[in-house]
């Protein structure tokens, strides 16, 4: 298994506070990605990481931002939690071989539940 | 958005049976990728696939890159317990390395 973890596993937190979900990967890998899965939505991608300080918006940004210091640390803040911000979130990580993506390896999911 | 229809949403069948889900677009995909995920975890690659065209087994399952580019599908055969899950396909784009994600086919074992 690719070496991700996800921290906390579990959170129940209040709207209006924030939350930040932390990604740590032991693989070296450069590009990193955070997504959201709801039921009937599959994933979908909030940002992800190219690099070091290097980050871009993925299709559900809003609410969402990261920030990665370390190659081996990617994290998601939500300023301002909300209740359609319950959801699991995944942390994933892949290398790039010219033109054609490598495979996304998955953590094992953060489940958030802002009440 | 870009969008992937993944079909069925879900299947109920029989331990034994053969089991068939697909992808369609309408965009063009460099990559095709399955995945499956158990309750309570991450998603997990089962084939990868990087032309159009391609046949791909894993064991039980099979995979095939469709010629247009713009679908996949997948098979497993003789279907055992251990199968039940969700199974997602994703997509790469041309223009950039993101995946496009389908909503998923959960696959039921019926007892």
């Known amino acids: 298994d690719a070496g991700i973890t996800q921290s906390p596993r579990h959170k129940v937190t209040e709207t209006g506070t924030p939350v930040t979900l932390r990604c740590h990967q032991t693989?070296?890998?450069?590009?990193m990605y955070w997504y959201r899965q709801d039921p009937g939505h599959g994933l979908r991608l909030i940002h992800y990481?190219?690099?070091?300080?290097?980050?871009d918006k993925g299709e559900v940004s809003d609410g969402y931002s990261v920030s990665r210091s370390k190659t081996e640390d990617f994290l998601l803040t939500l300023e301002s939690a909300t209740s359609s911000q319950t959801s699991v979130y995944f942390c994933a990580i892949s290398q790039t071989s010219g033109r054609v993506q490598e495979t996304q390896y998955f953590g094992p999911g953060t489940r958030l539940l802002v009440l | 958005g870009q969008q992937l229809n993944q079909s069925p949403q879900s299947m109920f069948i029989q331990e034994g049976e053969d089991v068939s889900m697909n992808c369609t677009s309408s965009?063009?995909?460099?990559?095709w990728l399955w995945y499956k995920q158990d309750p309570g975890e991450g998603p997990v690659l089962l084939i990868a696939?990087?032309?159009a065209g391609e046949l791909t087994s894993n064991g039980r399952l099979t995979a095939q890159f469709g010629i247009t580019r713009k679908d996949s599908f997948l098979n497993i055969s003789a279907s055992i317990p251990s199968d039940v899950g969700i199974y997602f396909c994703?997509?790469?784009?041309?223009?950039?390395?993101?995946?496009?994600w389908g909503a998923g086919t959960k696959l039921i074992i019926k007892p």
């Open positions: 990481s190219y690099g070091v300080k290097d980050t």
């Open positions: 994703a997509g790469q784009l041309n223009s950039n390395y993101q995946l496009i």
């Open positions: 696939l990087y032309k």
């Open positions: 965009s063009i995909f460099n990559t």
């Open positions: 693989e070296n890998h450069r590009y």
